[in-house]
């Protein structure tokens, strides 16, 4: 039990939650430690949007990431050629930038562009198969 999470236990999604928050605590208080050693605002509203912005950057950094790495392994996965294996990649990829949408970190434009040519690549594979 690390940070009252039990690792065993799947959160969002079904992933364990342990090495996003151990990582985001992580970040956040090296920022916070760099913060109080170079400020450059006055004003304390300013200096509390910083600190917001950078948590918020950190929290974003999870899902953005996540989403990438789900599309570049749909992407390894059509490159080897098999549409089942390729099928299933594609679709936790698309689940992960809907995700990544949903929370605003994409645009959703950006979002349905990169799930639109997955699913191309992944048509194109099927056609290739048959």
């Not at 913060?35 to 929290?59: D, G, P, T, V, Y």
């Not at 789900?70 to 809907?98: F, H, K, N, P, Y």
């Not at 979002?111 to 048959?130: I, S, T, V, Y």
């Amino acid at each position: 039990m690390l940070l009252g999470l039990d690792e065993k236990e799947p959160g969002l999604l079904g992933i364990s939650t342990t090495p996003f928050i151990i990582c985001y605590n992580f970040a956040l208080s090296i920022f916070t430690a760099a913060l109080r050693r170079c400020c450059l605002a006055n004003i304390n509203s300013a200096k509390k949007r910083i600190r917001q912005n950078e948590k918020a950057r950190l929290r974003n950094r999870i899902h953005r990431g996540r989403a990438r790495a789900q599309v570049r392994q749909a992407r390894e996965a059509i490159a080897t050629g098999d549409t089942a294996v390729s099928a299933e990649a594609v679709r936790e990829a698309v689940r992960w930038l809907d995700h990544a949408a949903s929370k605003g970190v994409i645009h959703p434009n950006n979002a349905a562009r990169r799930k639109g040519r997955l699913m191309k690549r992944l048509a194109a594979l099927e056609a290739q198969a048959k």
